[in-house]
């Protein structure tokens, strides 16, 4: 079996296999012993903060890092074992475009092509479908200078499917794309799955994760402590959840006490200051926190009731929200 087709079928393995993945970087330890397996053909999100060790995970199964301990496979082939392999397998869009800025759109895909073994005529045909593919036809010549933020991640996730691989890692795709160009992009990575491909995809928005990811694996601090469907993750936390604003911010430690002798369980804190998540089992159960709450004469702003979402669920799991950005420095930095 040739590597195309190893890709395409996957040889019956995982399309990615993880087992004890580990990094450090001197006393930092950036990834702590994830297990991960992705399945052909779906979209799995890694989901967490700034600093979660997301791009370092993407970064050692795409042989650019060393794994430092445990054991990686992409359809069955060993990453440390076999990097000229495994390059083969896989494209990869990092968060930060790397197109040349001083080419067009239709030299950068003819460079990245050539740059890739491609014969110069094959190399232009190419470029041609992917501008087609992405919409960037009008602005296939162009200097990218000119380009918005959501042409250029355009252009860098075309860049990355030139040999047409099996297996895509998208490092946090849409980051800093206005909201319709979020939207075109997700529409571009349905399209990849739609045509057979695999997608890993890293990103630290809860919606992103919510629409896309066909299961999704919550890290924190290097580690993985949740995995499932997003429906699977959601109701962890319960059927319902009740979201209160509580008007005097000082009030939160006597809600907690109503919330815990009512419930029996422990609400999750916000950052927004007087803010309060209560899981519930079922919906009525709102309204006896809300006597109790009244009857013990705390003032509330403002209430809600739904189902959870992601955001809930990173918040029970892990203590804070994913926009924490407290190792972002040092991973961008590696």
Not at 63 to 85: M, Y
Request: aromatic share 4%.
């Amino acid at each position: 079996m040739n590597i195309a087709e190893l890709g395409r079928t996957g040889g019956g393995e995982p399309a990615v296999r993880t087992e004890g993945l580990a990094k450090s970087f001197g006393e930092h330890r950036a990834v702590d012993g994830i297990d991960l397996e992705v399945r052909p053909g779906e979209i799995f999100g890694v989901l967490g903060p700034n600093g979660a060790g997301k791009t370092t995970t993407l970064r050692m199964l795409a042989t650019l890092l060393k794994i430092d301990a445990g054991r990686a496979e992409i359809f069955g082939v060993d990453v440390a074992g076999n990097p000229h392999v495994i390059r083969q397998l896989v494209g990869v869009t990092g968060q930060y475009a790397s197109v040349d800025e001083n080419l067009t759109a239709r030299e950068n895909l003819w460079l990245f092509s050539r740059l890739q073994g491609v014969p110069a005529g094959r190399a232009r045909g190419i470029a041609i479908d992917l501008l087609a593919q992405f919409g960037l036809e009008k602005a296939a010549d162009k200097p990218i200078a000119q380009f918005s933020g959501g042409m250029r991640r355009r252009l860098d996730l075309a860049a990355s499917l030139i040999t047409r691989p099996p297996l895509i890692f998208l490092d946090e795709p849409t980051t800093g794309l206005d909201p319709r160009t979020r939207g075109q992009m997700w529409d571009t990575i349905r399209s990849l799955v739609a045509d057979g491909c695999t997608v890993l995809l890293t990103t630290q928005y809860l919606d992103e994760a919510d629409q896309l990811a066909d299961r999704v694996a919550v890290i924190d601090h290097g580690r993985k402590v949740a995995e499932g469907t997003p429906d699977e993750l959601k109701s962890a936390v319960g059927n319902s959840t009740l979201q209160l604003l509580l008007a005097e911010p000082a009030e939160v430690p006597a809600a907690v006490e109503v919330v815990r002798r009512v419930l029996g369980s422990e609400p999750v804190l916000s950052p927004e200051q007087g803010r309060l998540n209560v899981a519930l089992d079922r919906a009525d159960l709102a309204a006896d926190v809300l006597i109790a709450l009244r009857t013990a004469g705390l003032s509330i702003s403002s209430v809600s009731v739904a189902k959870p979402s992601l955001d809930e669920v990173f918040l029970v799991l892990t203590g804070h929200e994913t926009d924490d950005h407290g190792d972002r420095a040092l991973e961008e930095s590696r």
